[in-house]
């Protein structure tokens, strides 16, 4: 082995593998949204570009912007980032500061010359479209949610998803509202691992918003016709899911509870990454009891990932999104859900009251995956982790399959030479 190109004491740079990119910029913009101030400068000074976006064309500083990280957005302009970078979706950082009503970044943009070509009005509810920007007629049926059937439309030029609401909804005004306000929220969030939001259409028989579209697909089809995946591809997929929720959780005022995360509502980009979906329609919560959880304790969720309080009726808050999340990353590893042979809704009543759990006998899955399971789904929802702690530790543990990856290179290697 000396004198090996392959001996971990003496490799060069030059000689490694390159390893697979699972952070590319994200890790930039991760640190952007949060402020982190030394994780940004950290990446920055590794030779990431301070302009450098993720597929929606998002970069660092409209990150920085809609999240009020004031620091983070002085600190990336001296560092040259661009004021006027527009995204996917025709946005600049001004654009998002305003939706926020950070003022104090506002200012800071203006300053630098920034601009703000979409002008929203902030206290609009929901973004309407005129219908006729639609055809309808020419739509190709993709899917069937929760709350209605899925289209696959041209708007603006562009491949979009049009998402009917079921009549029962939209034929109720009081229901509507509700409905439409909830969508109101979702136009105002920005994250590379949520869903995009693009507006409503003002039709006069059917309530349709539209969302980005993304042709990879769901997790769930992922699954069905690639099986069990490997470890380092599904803690990579875990870290996309866990900082979509993170940002939804940690949104101020109010946090997001999705209660219905499942592989069906997290979909593919182009890119490769996953986004989560749907959680635009789920309850937000606003009301806390002295226990610090939140007054919600309707049905909603789909039985196989259902938190056991949820299917009991009681009352419940953000841990319910965890103890979903650990359901599907368990999935990813065994390459299926649990009990399969069961009906959903006996599963769910098994976990809520017989404390049943999928068996982490097998020695596919990593110890340390197997203990971040059981905690994410414990019988006591306080004692469930948040996803901040989450991705902590999923990085650690993305980082040892990363190294036991490069020392199996090495080996093979070395056998070969």
């Not at 302009?51 to 990280?69: I, P, Q, V, W």
């Not at 009352?315 to 009906?343: C, Q, T, W």
């Amino acid at each position: 082995m000396e004198g090996c190109p392959c001996n971990p004491m003496q490799r060069s740079k030059s000689s490694q593998p390159k390893p697979i990119d699972l952070e590319g910029p994200y890790r930039l913009l991760y640190c952007s949204s949060k402020g982190d101030k030394n994780g940004v400068i950290k990446e920055i000074e590794s030779g990431v570009s301070p302009n450098l976006a993720d597929y929606d064309k998002r970069t660092a500083l409209h990150l920085a912007s809609c999240e009020g990280c004031t620091e983070i957005v002085n600190l990336l302009l001296v560092k040259g980032a661009n004021v006027n970078s527009v995204d996917r979706w025709g946005r600049t950082p001004l654009s998002d500061a305003r939706s926020f009503e950070h003022e104090d970044i506002c200012k800071i943009l203006e300053a630098h010359g920034g601009t703000d070509p979409v002008e929203l009005d902030a206290s609009n509810p929901c973004y309407e479209l005129d219908h006729t920007e639609v055809d309808m007629d020419d739509s190709v049926l993709i899917g069937e949610g929760s709350y209605g059937e899925v289209y696959l439309v041209k708007w603006r030029g562009t491949e979009v998803a049009a998402k009917t609401i079921r009549s029962s909804i939209a034929s109720n005004d009081r229901v509507k509202n509700c409905f439409l306000k909830e969508l109101g929220l979702w136009q105002r969030l920005r994250h590379p691992n949520i869903v995009q939001f693009l507006g409503v259409l003002k039709h006069p028989d059917r309530l349709i918003f539209l969302t980005e579209y993304l042709r990879k697909g769901s997790l769930y089809e992922i699954m069905k016709n690639k099986g069990r995946l490997d470890p380092l591809t599904a803690v990579a997929y875990a870290l996309d899911i866990a900082r979509g929720m993170n940002y939804l959780h940690q949104h101020k005022p109010h946090p997001i509870v999705h209660r219905d995360l499942t592989p069906r509502n997290v979909l593919q980009d182009e890119a490769g990454r996953l986004k989560v979906t749907d959680f635009g329609l789920s309850k937000i919560a606003q009301e806390k009891d002295s226990y610090g959880s939140y007054k919600m304790t309707g049905g909603t969720g789909s039985y196989r990932y259902m938190a056991p309080e949820v299917y009991r009726r009681e009352s419940y808050g953000k841990s319910v999104d965890v103890f979903s999340f650990a359901l599907i990353v368990y999935e990813m590893l065994h390459g299926g859900p649990a009990n399969r042979a069961e009906s959903p809704e006996v599963v769910a009543d098994k976990r809520a009251y017989e404390h049943s759990r999928p068996s982490l006998s097998s020695v596919a899955y990593p110890e340390k995956i197997k203990s971040l399971l059981r905690e994410c789904w414990h019988e006591n929802p306080q004692l469930r982790p948040s996803f901040e702690n989450i991705i902590i530790k999923l990085e650690a543990i993305q980082e040892i399959l990363q190294d036991k990856k490069f020392m199996k290179f090495c080996v093979n290697r070395c056998s070969i030479m």
